[in-house]
């Protein structure tokens, strides 16, 4: 079965800080993406990147970074976290074949205090 | 991607199968439809996905309609643990960008 582990289940950060968010694949997928999840707007696409090193802007990639080092692993940053970046945030990962699906991590609830 | 329509919820009852439909009516001949379902707090689970012909797997079983606007996803003997979210989704290839727009989904509850 295909593995996707987000580093943390439950996270709080004060407003500011530099928050990394962790991401591990286990299925040699080039594509990684990064979503997140709020009441009434469903998911959401921050940024995907489809090889190492590369990387484009989703829908609502503002207050964002990401990095994809090696395959298996591709990290958010939040560069300075703001009270309206409280959210769920999901992690998925599939080939770039449409035909096959994206498969999901358990998602990080991040608060912003 | 193509829209669709699902209804906001529905229940059944445990053992009993679980019928849920949805409505993609603009759906072109090259998206695929997907199913999805989240259980509270947990991520998205993938569930199956068809592009014309009917599919099946140990989860569930997708039944297209023969001009593919629309689907059902069945779970045959439906449990307390099905209780979720589930969300049907149509995808067409975009070059790299082969995001997954998810809707308001139906939310399924199974009764004892």
């Known amino acids: 079965d295909v593995k996707v582990t987000q580093s943390s289940r439950y996270l709080v950060k004060r407003t500011g800080e530099k928050v990394f968010l962790e991401c591990v694949q286990d299925?040699?997928?080039?594509?990684m993406f990064w979503y997140r999840q709020d009441p009434g707007l469903g998911l959401r696409l921050i940024y995907f990147s489809y090889d190492v090193k590369m990387k484009e802007k989703g829908d609502i990639p503002e207050g964002y970074s990401v990095s994809r080092e090696k395959k298996e692993r591709f990290s958010l940053i939040l560069e300075s976290a703001s009270t309206n970046q409280t959210s769920m945030y999901l992690c998925?990962?599939?080939?770039?074949?449409?035909?096959?699906?994206?498969?999901f991590g358990d998602g990080t609830r991040l608060s912003i205090l | 991607d193509a829209k669709t329509t699902q209804p906001p919820s529905m229940d059944c009852a445990e053992g009993r199968a679980a019928n849920l439909p949805c409505n993609h009516s603009t759906i072109s001949g090259n998206e695929y439809v997907y199913w999805y379902r989240q259980i509270h707090s947990q991520g998205p689970q993938y569930i199956i996905h068809g592009l014309k012909n009917n599919e099946t797997n140990e989860m569930a079983s997708l039944i297209i309609t023969e001009d593919r606007k629309s689907s059902t996803l069945i779970l045959p003997h439906a449990t307390l643990r099905d209780t979720a979210v589930y969300y049907c989704?149509?995808?067409?290839?975009?070059?790299?960008?082969?995001?997954?727009?998810f809707g308001k989904g139906i939310t399924l509850s199974v009764r004892p």
């Open positions: 989704i149509v995808r067409v290839h975009t070059g790299a960008n082969s995001k997954l727009t």
């Open positions: 998925a990962s599939s080939t770039p074949d449409i035909a096959q699906p994206q498969h």
């Open positions: 299925m040699d997928h080039e594509n």
